[in-house]
């Protein structure tokens, strides 16, 4: 089977999540049938387009491992890859089908396109006007004067297709208009451009949001008109937010960049867009590879998703803790460097440190914050103020006193021998372990969490731990400000 799809988003803007779904899906469909899948930008919109928009959605998709076989920086047989490089073609193909009698030039000025309107509306209300043109039969017009070229929509008949996932949808002609397909400026409208590009791009199927169900009809009749065969068409629902209105900026964040400045790594968001809407029986988390091999269309569901941060979070950190702790430090360093620590990502400490407190973390930023104090300055240190004012007292400076006493004389200083140098002296004492180890860790780290108390101080070394803990000491002995 040829497969051939594509993902041409208009680079208006940021790389939304729910577009990125539908390239996943797409992206899929492509490498499962080992196909090709292909990217095109739709920069028709003078008013909104950017170089920038364009380089965003070039550095998201790389970001997640979304490769395509045909498009910008890769090239292809069937390029340009950008709408507004490929304005001839447009053309080329809107004269054949005036030559074949399918579309026709179109003089009519916008005040006789508003006079009509208002005659309709006089008569019938707001609703369902459709512009009948005078120079639908008509050949007399002189080219060279300002026109847009229309479609001749049949008025019998209809545009009927099967529907990957609603099944057979029909609209009959009479309810299209005769619609444009070029403007005066000679940029291409949507369902034209999309129509040239698709065709001569040999797509086989186009994979987009239900909100494009409306334009289908018209791109049918378009192939029908050229005698060719249309692509299968997938129209997905659309992502909701928790509370089942549009995914917005208040639900979450819905740039693809965001979630990579957020920390996030790519196969945890993919995995989580993949499960946005489609299901293989109650398996939540998936590998790239898996993905591949299981995606199909069959089960991707008909009706809207709910975005639910919870289950990203744990589809994210299921996918970070599945990098080794190498990979983690090469990227984990750049979001420390963010708080102002420079490590090397081939620093001893900060792979051995990865271990313990990635189990804790969700995202990159996480990771990055709960390394931190492994890195800080010891006068650099801050301490986490409720956690100060309970454990850092005066009652405890006699057990950080103790402490430091204690791990001085351990050698070597790693967690078994410090153990061995401290576990004895709590069990003779009487107190309880909590009740050495919070405070020990809020002198060490800032907080009240963190690894073992033994990890800990083999993790900091012997000098920041015998420092950290003589501070904490004088620290307890002063009363805390509220």
Excluded at 26 to 44: K, M, N, P, V, Y
């Amino acid at each position: 089977m040829t497969v051939r799809v594509r993902f041409a988003p208009s680079p208006t803007g940021y790389l939304h999540i729910g577009g990125v779904r539908t390239a996943l899906y797409s992206w899929l469909w492509a490498r499962r049938h080992g196909g090709q899948f292909i990217l095109r930008i739709e920069d028709t919109d003078e008013k909104r387009n950017s170089d920038e928009a364009i380089q965003i959605i070039l550095d998201a998709m790389k970001w997640l491992g979304l490769d395509w076989d045909e498009g910008p920086g890769v090239g292809g047989d069937h390029g340009p890859y950008k709408q507004s490089e490929r304005l001839g073609l447009y053309r080329e193909h809107a004269e054949k089908l005036i030559e074949s009698g399918h579309a026709y030039r179109c003089f009519a000025t916008k005040e006789e396109i508003q006079a009509q309107r208002d005659a309709y509306e006089k008569e019938h209300g707001n609703k369902g006007f459709k512009f009948r043109s005078p120079w639908r039969d008509r050949t007399d017009g002189d080219p060279s004067q300002p026109h847009v070229v229309r479609f001749k929509t049949p008025t019998e008949g209809s545009a009927r297709w099967d529907d990957l996932l609603r099944g057979t949808i029909e609209v009959a002609n009479k309810e299209q208009q005769d619609f444009v397909m070029i403007r005066q400026n000679d940029l291409p409208l949507y369902n034209f451009g999309c129509f040239v590009d698709d065709l001569t791009m040999g797509v086989t199927l186009v994979a987009r949001g239900d909100d494009h169900i409306v334009n289908t009809p018209q791109q049918l009749l378009l192939y029908q008109a050229a005698g060719a065969e249309p692509p299968k068409f997938a129209h997905l629902p659309m992502v909701l937010g928790p509370d089942g209105k549009k995914l917005s900026k208040r639900h979450a964040a819905v740039s693809v960049l965001e979630y990579r400045d957020l920390g996030f790594v790519p196969d945890g968001l993919l995995n989580y867009l993949a499960r946005l809407g489609w299901s293989h029986g109650d398996q939540e988390i998936f590998t790239k590879e898996e993905l591949v091999k299981l995606f199909d269309w069959d089960h991707v569901g008909k009706t809207a998703s709910r975005y639910d941060t919870k289950k990203l979070a744990h589809v994210q950190g299921h996918h970070l803790r599945e990098h080794t702790d190498a990979q983690l430090a090469e990227l984990v360093v750049p979001f420390l460097a963010q708080r102002g620590l420079e490590v090397s990502p081939t620093d001893a400490r900060l792979i051995a440190a990865i271990e313990p407190v990635k189990l804790r973390a969700t995202t990159l930023v996480d990771l990055a914050e709960g390394l931190d104090y492994f890195f800080r300055a010891d006068d650099e240190l801050t301490y986490d103020p409720k956690g100060r004012r309970k454990f850092l007292t005066p009652e405890t400076a006699e057990t950080l006193d103790k402490l430091h006493e204690l791990a001085s004389a351990a050698e070597p200083f790693d967690p078994a021998t410090l153990e061995a140098k401290i576990a004895p002296w709590v069990e003779e004492s009487g107190i309880k372990m909590k009740l050495v180890a919070q405070p020990a860790r809020v002198a060490m780290t800032g907080r009240t969490a963190s690894p073992g108390l033994y990890e800990t101080m083999a993790l900091l070394g012997r000098d920041a731990t015998l420092a950290r803990l003589k501070s904490g000491a004088e620290l307890a002995r002063t009363p805390a400000e509220d």
